[in-house]
């Protein structure tokens, strides 16, 4: 209830301040819209390889230490997971950075 009183009041303080400035209610909203589609959609991606990491580490597929090999060619040892990437130690001791994105499915 604290809430919607809240949300009341803070639109009321807005309308009071389009009137009293000049800039309309309807602007400040359409500026937050835009900026909350624009941030949703850059965030896309992360938030994609975080749900790939989570459902990995809850599905136990990997192991750090498991022996893997790609489709793409990538063979070694998983070194360490993350929630948005898994590093891997190939066989000739270099370390690739794989995005879970590209992992889950």
């Not at 390889?49 to 040892?77: C, I, K, P, W």
């Not at 070194?79 to 794989?98: A, C, E, W």
Request: net charge neutral; hydrophobic share 45%; aromatic share 10%.
């Amino acid at each position: 209830l604290d809430g919607i009183i809240f949300a009341l009041l803070f639109v009321k303080i807005l309308d009071y301040l389009s009137i009293a400035t000049g800039m309309a209610l309807g602007s400040v909203f359409a500026v937050g819209t835009t900026g909350g589609l624009i941030v949703s959609l850059s965030s896309q991606e992360i938030a994609k390889g975080v749900m790939n990491g989570l459902e990995m580490t809850a599905s136990d597929r990997f192991n750090v230490g498991d022996n893997v090999h790609f489709g793409d060619g990538t063979q070694g040892y998983i070194i360490k997971m993350g929630f948005l990437r898994t590093k891997v130690r190939k066989y000739d001791f270099s370390v690739v950075d794989i995005p879970n994105s590209q992992l889950g499915g």
